[in-house]
């Protein structure tokens, strides 16, 4: 096989690696070399990039979305509500979803991913009404068409109104249903090694949305397939309630009961755990994606990011859904975080620097990629190229600090797998407007009903 021609992205501005100073060169959708200062590339290199405009950053990757809620940001109905209530508001509309409208909303929300230099993603799609079956099919098709990796979770609900749940009977399936279905798209999109730009994880939605039986099941399937599991958990202290409540102890011993205390497990938010739980989430190296800008809308609570990480906890950051953000702008998060962290922790536990580790090495735990995150030898050519030229960077003096401190919310280049997916701030051969006037005319039919 011909290997593939090697680039020099050469001379950046700044770069979030040490080292590298001149640079890095990729080939075959890896990192080959970092070039220090007054060096050339030992690599032969057929091209060249001149990214002496640029700051260099690992591609960010996006632990927590639902994508399909792009087709319900801002909606008044929703507006303005806590979780539980925000969800018994949203529900009614996300059962009008079709194939065509998830579609435009994964379309959508990819888009603006890659646009704010994601180049990794996790989606959590957990609804099926009549008629979407093949929703991670849908999601699949898409993130090839734009280039973008990906881990998509098989989600799940199978505990409606009238088994106590929150959902109504018509967005959830039957238990039987959901594993055959997530045996079935494992098998036919799930790529194993490094260079994989497609992975399956499964995903039901929530405890409180979910049967017990279910939960164990798929914990049991996840093992025997070889994948990764992820449901949200102690987001709200109304969930931890409904836990005490209904199965008489909290989320955790709940979560460790299912067989889902272990190094498979990523969980979205994770607000409300004691210490205790957070050592145990760090022993049993389970991952948590942290949502700064959905908590805070939701006004669901803060997460004790550096408590986690003291306890041994790997934590990401996510988007979370766009009806909670309601954007899907990973750069835009990564400040968020920044600043709900250290209004939490102060300025001596929390700097800029930590917030792009989140975002990058943090992440790359969550969805259990080693090989992300990080611009060093070996590991994949996923970068991310930020310009300095807005008049909000205009003075700045560090460029990697002025990212976040001046709020960078996009990308000029991205690269995925050594390729292209962003060039001069676009998607190559994605029309835009086009793709607003579909999705914001799905977007209308399915709020009227
Ligand atoms: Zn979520």
Same mark, same amino acid.
């Given at each position: &096989?011909?290997?593939?021609?090697?680039?020099?992205?050469?001379?950046?501005?700044?770069?979030?690696?040490?080292?590298?100073?001149?640079?890095?060169?990729?080939?075959?959708?890896?990192? =080959?070399?970092?070039?220090?200062?007054?060096?050339?590339?030992?690599?032969?290199?057929?091209?060249?990039?001149?990214? %002496?405009?640029?700051?260099?950053?690992?591609?960010?990757?996006?632990?927590?979305?639902?994508?399909?809620?792009?087709?319900?940001?801002?909606?008044?109905?929703?507006?303005?509500?806590?979780?539980?209530?925000?969800?018994?508001?949203?529900?009614?509309?996300?059962?009008?979803?079709?194939?065509?409208?998830?579609?435009?909303?994964?379309?959508?929300?990819?888009?603006?991913?890659?646009? $704010?230099?994601? !180049?990794? !993603?996790?989606?959590?799609?957990? #609804?099926?009404?009549?008629?979407?079956?093949?929703?991670?099919?849908?999601?699949? +098709?898409?993130?090839?068409?734009?280039?973008?990796?990906?881990?998509?979770?098989?989600?799940? &609900?199978?505990?409606?109104?009238?088994?106590?749940?929150?959902? *109504?009977?018509?967005?959830?399936?039957?238990?039987?249903?959901?594993?055959?279905? $997530?045996?079935?798209?494992?098998?036919?999109?799930?790529?194993?090694?490094?260079?994989?730009?497609?992975?399956?994880?499964?995903?039901?939605? %929530?405890?409180? %949305?979910?049967?017990?039986?279910?939960?164990?099941?798929?914990?049991?399937?996840?093992?025997?397939?070889?994948?990764?599991? /992820?449901?949200?958990?102690?987001?709200?202290?109304?969930?931890?309630?409904?836990?005490?409540?209904?199965?008489?102890?909290?989320?955790?011993?709940?979560?460790?009961?299912?067989?889902?205390?272990? +190094?498979?497990?990523?969980?979205?938010?994770?607000?409300?755990?004691?210490?205790?739980? &957070?050592?145990?989430?760090?022993?049993?190296?389970?991952?948590?994606?942290?949502?700064?800008?959905?908590?805070?809308?939701?006004?669901?609570?803060?997460?004790? =990011?550096?408590?986690?990480?003291?306890?041994?906890?790997?934590?990401?950051?996510?988007?979370?859904?766009?009806? %909670?953000?309601?954007?899907?702008?990973? &750069?835009?998060?990564?400040?968020?975080?920044?600043? @709900?962290?250290?209004?939490?922790?102060? =300025?001596?536990? #929390?700097?800029?620097?930590?917030?792009?580790?989140?975002?990058?090495?943090?992440?790359?735990?969550?969805?259990?990629? *080693?090989?992300?995150?990080?611009?060093?030898?070996?590991?994949?050519?996923?970068?991310?190229?930020?310009?300095?030229?807005? @008049?909000?960077?205009?003075?700045?003096?560090?460029? @990697?600090?002025?990212? #976040? @401190?001046?709020?960078? /919310?996009?990308?000029?280049?991205?690269?995925?797998?050594?390729?292209?997916?962003?060039?001069?701030?676009?998607?190559?051969?994605?029309?835009?407007?086009?793709?607003?006037?579909? /999705?914001?005319?799905?977007?209308?039919?399915?709020?009227?009903?």
């Amino acid at each position: &096989m011909e290997p593939t021609a090697a680039i020099w992205i050469r001379n950046p501005l700044a770069i979030l690696a040490d080292g590298a100073e001149r640079g890095t060169v990729v080939q075959g959708g890896r990192i =080959v070399e970092l070039v220090p200062a007054g060096r050339e590339p030992s690599t032969a290199t057929a091209a060249v990039f001149d990214a %002496s405009a640029h700051v260099v950053l690992p591609g960010l990757i996006n632990t927590h979305h639902h994508f399909y809620q792009t087709l319900t940001r801002a909606l008044p109905a929703a507006m303005d509500r806590e979780l539980f209530s925000w969800l018994q508001a949203l529900y009614p509309v996300w059962a009008r979803l079709t194939p065509e409208s998830l579609d435009l909303g994964v379309t959508a929300a990819v888009s603006e991913l890659l646009l $704010s230099g994601c !180049t990794t !993603t996790t989606d959590h799609h957990y #609804v099926f009404p009549a008629g979407l079956e093949d929703a991670i099919d849908i999601e699949v +098709a898409a993130a090839k068409r734009l280039g973008i990796r990906v881990l998509l979770t098989r989600g799940s &609900m199978n505990r409606s109104q009238k088994d106590g749940g929150l959902p *109504p009977d018509s967005v959830v399936q039957d238990e039987d249903t959901i594993l055959a279905d $997530s045996a079935r798209v494992v098998a036919r999109h799930h790529q194993r090694g490094e260079d994989a730009m497609v992975q399956i994880a499964l995903a039901p939605c %929530s405890p409180f %949305s979910v049967t017990t039986s279910l939960m164990r099941a798929t914990a049991d399937l996840a093992e025997k397939l070889d994948v990764r599991l /992820h449901t949200h958990l102690a987001e709200t202290e109304d969930e931890n309630r409904f836990c005490e409540e209904l199965y008489r102890c909290r989320p955790l011993d709940y979560l460790e009961q299912c067989g889902w205390l272990n +190094a498979r497990t990523w969980l979205a938010h994770g607000i409300f755990f004691n210490a205790g739980e &957070m050592k145990r989430l760090g022993k049993a190296k389970a991952a948590i994606s942290h949502c700064a800008c959905s908590n805070q809308i939701l006004a669901s609570g803060c997460c004790p =990011v550096c408590e986690m990480e003291e306890a041994g906890v790997a934590v990401g950051l996510g988007v979370d859904g766009s009806a %909670s953000n309601d954007a899907s702008n990973l &750069m835009q998060e990564v400040r968020a975080a920044f600043l @709900l962290q250290r209004a939490r922790y102060g =300025v001596t536990r #929390v700097s800029h620097k930590d917030a792009l580790r989140w975002a990058t090495k943090g992440s790359a735990a969550c969805v259990g990629r *080693p090989e992300l995150g990080e611009i060093a030898v070996g590991k994949a050519a996923d970068l991310a190229l930020f310009k300095l030229d807005d @008049l909000r960077f205009s003075g700045h003096g560090d460029p @990697l600090a002025a990212l #976040v @401190l001046c709020g960078a /919310h996009r990308a000029d280049r991205a690269m995925v797998g050594g390729k292209w997916a962003v060039i001069d701030g676009a998607i190559p051969g994605l029309d835009v407007p086009d793709l607003i006037r579909r /999705h914001s005319a799905a977007a209308r039919a399915m709020h009227a009903g």
